[in-house]
């Protein structure tokens, strides 16, 4: 079985910081993007960043310059760092992980529970 942890959400003030993150464990074999999602209340779940196992990341206009999206292959670990933080960006926080557990299996989407990230005005 392979399960997501998400860690260190909270509140912070406005033009604040915090550093998610989210490890993926279980039997493993490769993991291929790694993404983190957000969702508000009352609204869609949106993705805010995602990194290929590559290095290669983007991340969506309304963070951009703001958050910077890392993984570290050796500790299954993805991490947003999320910097001049804004009442807007107040939601939930999903990680989102697509891997594959054997060279015979197909790859395959898992998501987080989520943490909560909180901006106050």
């Known amino acids: 079985q392979v399960q997501l942890v998400e860690s260190w959400g909270g509140l912070v003030q406005a033009g604040g910081s915090l550093r998610l993150s989210c490890v993926a464990s279980?039997?493993?074999?490769?993991?291929?993007?790694m993404c983190w999602y957000r969702q508000a209340p009352g609204k869609q779940r949106e993705l805010v960043a995602g990194i290929l196992d590559g290095g290669s990341a983007n991340d969506s206009d309304s963070v951009k310059d703001r958050f910077t999206i890392s993984r570290d292959n050796a500790k299954n670990t993805v991490y947003l760092q999320m910097n001049s933080l804004k009442p807007e960006d107040t939601a939930v926080y999903y990680c989102?992980?697509?891997?594959?557990?054997?060279?015979?299996?197909?790859?395959?989407?898992?998501w987080g529970q989520g943490t909560q990230v909180t901006v106050s005005s």
């Open positions: 989102n992980v697509v891997l594959r557990l054997s060279r015979f299996s197909s790859w395959s989407s898992y």
């Open positions: 279980g039997r493993i074999l490769s993991i291929k993007s």
